[in-house]
């Protein structure tokens, strides 16, 4: 079974960067594709980033192209996310997603892929 544990969220000011952390509580972490969703407030949970096994190929929104960085260090069964130049449309709860691919340079964008998450760490970007 995998655990996953997100931290990094907080309050920032729009313009300002947040980086945010997912670790994974497994023996293998390197088999795992790594993904990153977000919710708004009554919205449906949304793709935000992924990345593949080896940190190969990495796979953006269209909404954070340019400002948000996916990466992983397998050493430390670590998953990240960095935020660059938040919007206050960023604000969310963002969750931390694990997948086993069958491809080793595979990196899903649906939520039904992944088969583990963890609970979240809200992000609120001010005005």
């Known amino acids: 079974q995998v655990q996953l544990v997100e931290s990094g969220g907080g309050l920032v000011q729009a313009g300002g960067s947040l980086r945010l952390s997912c670790a994974a509580s497994?023996?293998?972490?390197?088999?795992?594709?790594m993904g990153w969703f977000r919710q708004a407030p009554g919205e449906e949970r949304e793709f935000v980033a992924a990345?593949?096994?080896?940190?190969?190929?990495?796979r953006l929104a269209d909404s954070v192209k340019g400002r948000f960085t996916i990466s992983r260090d397998n050493a430390k069964n670590t998953v990240y996310l960095q935020m660059n130049s938040l919007k206050p449309e960023d604000t969310a709860v963002y969750y931390c997603?694990?997948?086993?691919?069958?491809?080793?340079?595979?990196?899903?964008?649906?939520?039904?892929?992944?088969?583990?998450w963890g609970q979240g760490t809200q992000v609120t970007v001010s005005s």
């Open positions: 497994v023996r293998t972490f390197s088999n795992y594709a």
């Open positions: 997603a694990a997948d086993l691919p069958v491809l080793s340079n595979y990196a899903g964008v649906r939520l039904i892929e992944y088969d583990y």
């Open positions: 990345i593949s096994r080896s940190g190969g190929n990495t």
